[in-house]
């Protein structure tokens, strides 16, 4: 392959990727929506089309014709960036995760991921600590207080759930051997998934993966009994739509690496013992990564509407005492595991 | 002209640029923003140079934490006073030009000098290949065990020094 080939087929990927990003964002919301409204006995919204199946659109019609209003306090520059730092960082991480195996397409081997980096773990990790910035910004040049609050309140819990983040994935790495997700989807083959070797790293993960996200029940940066709307207060129309985006294609992302560090990516087991042909084969595990994503996130949605809101000391001595200990506890256990059983 | 050359001087006019705009803004907050284009810029040549670890490190430490404590002074901080200072207090000028005179002698000696293009010694191409984080690992946890540990040591007495001073009144 020359060097434009690459270069086109890697913008076909971008482009995929991208479509079905926004795609599954803008769907996202619709079945939170109807399934809070299921959880508490509502109906929830079902007139735009069959069973509302079209209201995403109706939604972003309804953003794009908001006004757009910047305060007068605000720092209309560092304003008007803030979404867009946010929307940046969340959809670039995609570019990491793999979607399913080699497969072979027109006598071309191709990848089912964007870019095979062999740091592409730290490359997850150093973009999300980036997306502090889209949120502190945000807050900062509002030029109002509870933005502020907001602001500084998610750049330390989203300090605070990356130590123990970045320590649960050190147990993934030492089973693994290698920081590129297609090796540690690989390591996982048949039934060593992590989630099984490793039930308390996934455990500390998939909470660090909850506060990462600002969700329920860590959504203390816009809680909105104390804070209005946090860091978005002085947000609207399209800039609005960025932060909401950019929430939304973050869950998508956590819930990605949760499946690929933890759930075996895309395999499903033993399916090579099957004898089915490569491209049956291949199909059935991309579509079993995006069911094993979908599961993940229906499960995001349902704590949300399942469980309040930590209070903010809660949240740091559940971050500091209890997730960081536990994620200490899951390397030291992954190591024993490895000297013991030689793996 | 390939690829390499191309993506080195928009990566190196970022950076320039990036570390002018930090130094000339009055807003600090901008400044801060200026700084974190520039360990972007300073990251991507770092992978140029297929030093992949210390690339990632660099945003993960620098702009990912380093750089958000910086905010959180600065925003908490009144900083309206910040250029009211420069202001009184005119010889921090001319011991600025000073310095930055001395920086740039130095720096147009290496280049024009030293030539470093010119001459790849044995040890700079070591360290070209060494750039793997699977080998900064091994080198980290074989032959430098002892600094590394040292260093761990030293970090773990700086935490418990910041606690200290943070909570001054243990009961």
Known sequence: ?343 | MNLELIIFIVLALTGAISAVGMITRPNPVISALFLIFNFFALAGLYLLLNAQFISIVQIIVYAGAIMVLFLFVIMLLRTGEEPKLFSEKKHIKYFAIVIAVLVFVQLGYLIFYEAPSEYISQRVQQSMEAGTIENIGQQLYTTYMIPFEAAGFLLLAATIGALVLAKKNFE
């Open chain 1, 1 to 343: 392959m020359n060097i434009w080939e690459i270069i086109i087929i890697t913008v076909i990927k971008i482009g995929a990727i991208l479509t079905i990003m926004l795609l599954t964002v803008s769907y996202l919301v619709y079945f939170e929506r109807r399934i809070s409204a299921w959880i508490q006995s509502r109906l929830g919204p079902n007139r735009v089309g069959w069973e509302g199946i079209l209201q995403p659109f109706a939604d972003v019609f309804k953003l794009l014709l908001k006004e757009d209003i910047s305060p007068v306090a605000a720092n209309k520059f560092i304003h008007g960036l803030a979404p867009f730092i946010a929307v940046f960082v969340a959809f670039s991480t995609y570019a990491v995760i793999p979607i399913g195996p080699d497969v072979t397409i027109f006598g071309y081997s191709i990848q089912l991921v964007v870019a095979d980096v062999n740091i592409g773990v730290l490359y997850v990790l150093a973009l999300t600590s980036l997306g502090v910035y889209g949120l502190t910004f945000a807050g900062w040049s509002s030029g109002s207080k509870y933005s502020l609050l907001g602001g500084i309140r998610s750049s330390a819990q989203m300090i605070s759930y990356e130590v123990s983040m970045g320590f649960s994935v050190g147990g993934v790495l030492l089973m693994a051997g290698s920081l590129s997700p297609i090796a540690i989807v690989e390591a996982q083959y048949g039934w060593m998934w992590n989630a099984i070797v490793q039930p308390i790293g996934f455990i500390t993960f998939t909470v660090a993966a909850f506060a990462e996200t600002n969700r329920l029940p860590f959504d203390l940066p816009e809680a909105e009994p104390e804070l209005v709307g946090g860091y978005h207060t002085e947000y609207s129309s399209m800039k609005f739509a960025g932060f909401f985006l950019a929430e939304y294609a973050n869950m998508i992302i956590a819930a990605g690496m949760i499946v690929t560090l933890y759930l075996g990516g895309w395999q499903v087991p033993y399916i090579d013992k099957l004898g089915l042909g490569e491209i049956v084969t291949a199909l059935m595990q991309v579509g079993s990564f995006f069911v094993k994503m979908g599961a993940i996130l229906f499960f995001f949605i349902w704590v949300r509407w399942s469980i309040p809101r930590f209070r903010y000391d809660q949240l740091m001595n559940l971050g500091w005492k209890v997730m960081f200990p536990l994620s200490l506890i899951n390397i030291v256990w992954v190591a024993a595991l490895i000297m013991i059983f030689n793996l």
